[in-house]
């Protein structure tokens, strides 16, 4: 992906370094603490996250300055910023030949751990976004994993994490969000599959992005889109399905456990946005 460093983005808030803002440790839920707690406070609407740092009143979040960046580092968080900035910019354009209002999402950098308006988020369940905020939170070292863990390596397969989190946001101006959880409350049964579908969904919002994306992205000479982008990002989309997961940590491959989807799932939506770039064929729930 060829991209042209202009400086960070200005909707990009580095925490890193701050902590959580709760005493004591926190729990070291997991990816699949994390996702049972999501469905679970939609479906009893409470915020459950707020449980898992010890109980009591939150202490304020520290205001410790972010620790010394490498010339690496700095380069990761301009990219990140990068990409959210054309991701953005791309959904103003789609709400704005619909006549919708669309409002900007900040990202979050943070380390081990962060207190978001959805309650108090280690790194270890991986990158995210939060409706009540309306936020995106990355830890970078998660791209580490995407590497080592799951073999997802590139820069565009960094690029599509960032864009299928931003896909929740616009979900999250669309009234998707608040429709799924209606749904969720309704049929807890349901609870999963639907997950599954909002998850898809974004997949797809990713894709779009990949589809409308600046050609000459922030001023670069070459086009951004190189040859294995595309393959990159499927390839980061199969990554992270449940079933991969599943298998991974030696466990059974269960699709009622389900919430993302299967790794053919999660590829298809993607390439799906990617090919028709039209949010009307990224109903998830009507397939």
Same mark, same amino acid.
């Given at each position: 992906m060829k991209w042209t460093p202009r400086g960070r983005s200005a909707d990009l808030e580095d925490r890193r370094?701050?902590?959580g803002g709760r005493g004591g440790a926190l729990p070291k839920l997991g990816i699949g603490g994390f996702l049972i707690l999501a469905v679970l406070s939609l479906i009893f609407k409470t915020n459950l996250f707020t449980l898992?740092? !010890?109980g009591g009143s939150p202490?304020? *979040?520290s205001q410790a300055a972010p620790p010394p960046t490498s010339a690496e580092e700095e380069n990761q968080i301009q990219f990140v910023g990068t990409v959210l900035d054309d991701s953005q910019q791309t959904w103003e354009k789609i709400f704005a030949e619909s006549n919708q209002p669309y409002r900007r999402a900040k990202l979050v950098l943070f380390t081990d751990a962060v207190r978001s308006g959805c309650g108090v988020a280690e790194s270890a369940m991986g990158p995210f976004y939060c409706p009540a905020d309306e936020k *995106?939170?990355?830890?970078?070292g998660f791209y580490n994993d995407l590497k080592s863990r799951f073999g997802a390596d590139g820069d565009f397969a960094q690029a599509y994490v960032v864009a299928h989190e931003l896909g929740h946001h616009v979900q999250n101006l669309l009234g998707v969000n608040e429709q799924v959880q209606r749904a969720q409350?309704?049929?807890?049964?349901?609870?999963?599959?639907?997950?599954?579908?909002?998850?898809?969904?974004?997949d797809c919002f990713a894709g779009i992005w990949a589809h409308g994306m600046n050609p000459n992205l922030r001023g670069a000479d070459e086009p951004a889109l190189q040859a294995g982008d595309i393959e990159e990002a499927l390839t980061a989309a199969s990554a992270v399905g449940d079933d991969r997961i599943?298998?991974? !940590? !030696?466990?059974r491959v269960n699709p009622e456990?389900?919430?993302h989807g299967s790794a053919q799932q999660r590829s298809k939506w993607f390439h799906t946005g990617y090919e028709t770039g039209n949010v009307d064929n990224c109903n998830t729930f009507g397939q």
């Amino acid at each position: 992906m060829k991209w042209t460093p202009r400086g960070r983005s200005a909707d990009l808030e580095d925490r890193r370094g701050a902590g959580g803002g709760r005493g004591g440790a926190l729990p070291k839920l997991g990816i699949g603490g994390f996702l049972i707690l999501a469905v679970l406070s939609l479906i009893f609407k409470t915020n459950l996250f707020t449980l898992v740092g !010890g109980g009591g009143s939150p202490a304020p *979040v520290s205001q410790a300055a972010p620790p010394p960046t490498s010339a690496e580092e700095e380069n990761q968080i301009q990219f990140v910023g990068t990409v959210l900035d054309d991701s953005q910019q791309t959904w103003e354009k789609i709400f704005a030949e619909s006549n919708q209002p669309y409002r900007r999402a900040k990202l979050v950098l943070f380390t081990d751990a962060v207190r978001s308006g959805c309650g108090v988020a280690e790194s270890a369940m991986g990158p995210f976004y939060c409706p009540a905020d309306e936020k *995106v939170y990355i830890d970078l070292g998660f791209y580490n994993d995407l590497k080592s863990r799951f073999g997802a390596d590139g820069d565009f397969a960094q690029a599509y994490v960032v864009a299928h989190e931003l896909g929740h946001h616009v979900q999250n101006l669309l009234g998707v969000n608040e429709q799924v959880q209606r749904a969720q409350q309704q049929n807890p049964r349901q609870a999963n599959e639907l997950s599954i579908q909002l998850e898809l969904q974004a997949d797809c919002f990713a894709g779009i992005w990949a589809h409308g994306m600046n050609p000459n992205l922030r001023g670069a000479d070459e086009p951004a889109l190189q040859a294995g982008d595309i393959e990159e990002a499927l390839t980061a989309a199969s990554a992270v399905g449940d079933d991969r997961i599943q298998s991974q !940590g !030696g466990g059974r491959v269960n699709p009622e456990t389900w919430t993302h989807g299967s790794a053919q799932q999660r590829s298809k939506w993607f390439h799906t946005g990617y090919e028709t770039g039209n949010v009307d064929n990224c109903n998830t729930f009507g397939q």
